[in-house]
């Protein structure tokens, strides 16, 4: 059946259904109704709900419940996810599955409480410190946040590796229908390298990220390095709407993405050969989507101008990428980008 | 068909409750629909609004620059909105002189309900009664569905009544003031 929810629901929802045993939060806003919807309806399918003293605290919690071979997550916001990144730096570094929410809003700072895409270097590039890298998905709508977030669950276990959900205060707020019927039935993946015990097996299995020996740490890094480079063969992914026999790309992720797609049906009423390249995995980067002879591509973006850097790489410089963004809480107007597409052809044209 | 409203009003009026009571009616009416609420200082500062996109395909933005409908449950919100609204305004009839807006305002009195208290804190279900008689998105049956679908039990029967109140207080033959 069809309900409404809100994406901060659905993603607590989805998050349930892909059978999660632990969350482990603090409140802030926009992200608040996650964690409320947890500790309403987690305990009931058997799970734990804990609010923790601290940003810090709950993703620590999530290093030990996962370690222990639990389905955990915890979610925050901007200012709580820059707190949570030494975790995060540990988690990737322990080989340790969880999935890690992030309901953007403004920045830098405490900012405000508005919607924003700006913490995307943040999440893809790293904001730990060390080499690692997590899968990042982005969710476009309110019944793709609880679908994705099951798919995250299956991802992490799959490569044993933090998953993090990239969505805004928008995508969070709203209310839209999710069919929750019909969402993908969780993945099981054996955890034989999980602290459950030794329960008479031969050898101790030990989680760690201390290697003081600088050769045995390379060797550590480099497998790792390893496994990011099939991810990147395996797992990247993006949506194409009305791209057949575009000229013009405009690509943007999360909410900013279907306002690019009202854009685009207008520009395409105006006559103009446009496209939308939407990436629903933000790491890895979906590059091949870009390299399909368009002659110009838009990148849209709630920030001054970040995944814009991943196209640009993605098509090695060989298509012009422009940029329009909006930031602080700002969110770009359809007529905005229509007009932005506008000029574009106009130059095209020329 | 892509319908835009805004409801807006102090908090405590029951503003994100009479948007998310159109937005399940949309749904039964075969609708996609967004609800955005505001969450935002001015929320925190007394005053919330939700926005509600309805439309037969897949909704690109759900942010309002342009709205169809407003519902201003007080006089600060219908300050606010007016001018970005073009077809449809509900308020408190107290509201409407001079109110300079391009679009038809319904003035709604919610004073005396029925001759009495009996709506008293259900400006909202009025508002939103008053709002389905006067535009084609909606039908009565399914608002009230829809209450039934959302509300606790015992407590539909007095939204209902409210919103058949409002519904009827809208009716084409009552003055309206632009």
Not at chain 1, 106 to 115: A, D, E, M, S, V
Not at chain 1, 241 to 255: C, K, L, N, Q, S
Request: net charge negative; proline share 4%.
């Amino acid at each position: 059946m069809k309900e409404l929810m809100k994406g901060n629901e659905a993603i607590a929802a989805g998050a349930i259904h892909a059978g999660v045993k632990c969350f482990f939060g603090y409140p802030i806003t926009p992200q608040t109704e996650l964690a409320a919807y947890m500790a309403k309806h987690l305990p009931k399918s058997g799970g734990v709900f804990l609010q923790a003293e601290s940003e810090v605290s709950a993703i620590n919690m999530v290093y030990g419940a996962s370690s222990a071979g639990f389905r955990a997550m915890t979610s925050s916001s901007s200012p709580g996810v820059s707190l949570k990144q030494e975790g995060i730096s540990f988690l990737a570094a322990a080989d340790l599955p969880c999935v890690i929410v992030n309901v953007m809003r403004g920045g830098p700072g405490l900012g405000g409480i508005q919607p924003s895409q700006a913490d995307y270097f943040q999440a893809v590039k790293g904001g730990g410190h060390g080499d690692y890298r997590l899968i990042v998905l982005a969710p476009g709508n309110v019944a793709e946040m609880a679908e994705m977030t099951v798919k995250a669950f299956d991802l992490a276990d799959k490569w044993r590796i933090p998953v993090m959900i990239l969505t805004d205060g928008v995508l969070g707020q709203m209310m839209e229908t999710v069919d929750m019927d019909s969402l993908p039935e969780r993945k099981y993946y054996d955890k034989e390298w999980a602290v459950t015990g030794r329960s008479g097996r031969a050898h101790k299995n030990i989680v760690k990220t201390l290697h003081l020996d600088a050769e045995e740490l390379e060797k550590i890094v480099l497998e790792r390095e390893e496994k990011y480079r099939r991810i990147e063969c395996e797992e990247a992914d993006a949506e194409e709407y009305r791209a057949d026999d575009a000229d013009i790309i405009v690509t943007a992720y999360g909410i900013t993405s279907r306002i690019a797609k009202a854009a685009v049906d207008r520009a395409r009423e105006s006559g103009v050969r446009v496209g939308v390249v939407r990436p629903k995995t933000l790491y890895p980067f979906p590059s091949e989507f870009y390299n399909k002879g368009y002659k110009k591509i838009l990148c849209v973006e709630m920030s001054t101008g970040q995944m814009v850097e991943d196209v640009k790489l993605a098509v090695k410089c060989g298509v012009p990428v422009e940029f329009y963004g909006r930031t602080g809480g700002m969110i770009p107007g359809e007529d905005e980008i229509y007009e932005r597409i506008m000029m574009m052809a106009k130059e095209d044209a020329k | 068909m892509e319908y835009k409203i805004i409801i807006a009003g102090f908090g405590g009026q029951g503003v994100l409750f009479a948007g998310k009571v159109l937005a399940r009616a949309a749904v039964l009416c075969g609708y996609e629909v967004t609800w955005l609420p505001s969450y935002g200082p001015e929320m925190r500062g007394g005053t919330a609004n939700c926005q509600l996109v309805i439309s037969d395909k897949l909704i690109g933005s759900p942010v309002i620059k342009e709205a169809d409908a407003l519902i201003a449950m007080n006089l600060p919100s219908l300050t606010r909105f007016k001018g970005s609204v073009c077809e449809l305004i509900i308020t408190d009839e107290r509201f409407v002189p001079g109110t300079g807006a391009r679009a038809e305002t319904v003035g709604i009195s919610t004073e005396m309900c029925n001759g009495g208290a009996c709506f008293d804190g259900l400006t909202n279900m009025i508002m939103v009664g008053a709002l389905i008689r006067r535009c084609d998105i909606f039908e009565l049956e399914n608002v009230k569905k829809a209450i039934e679908m959302i509300t606790k039990p015992g407590v539909a029967e007095v939204d209902i009544g409210a919103v058949e109140y409002g519904y009827k207080k809208a009716d084409m033959k009552q003055k309206i003031v632009s």
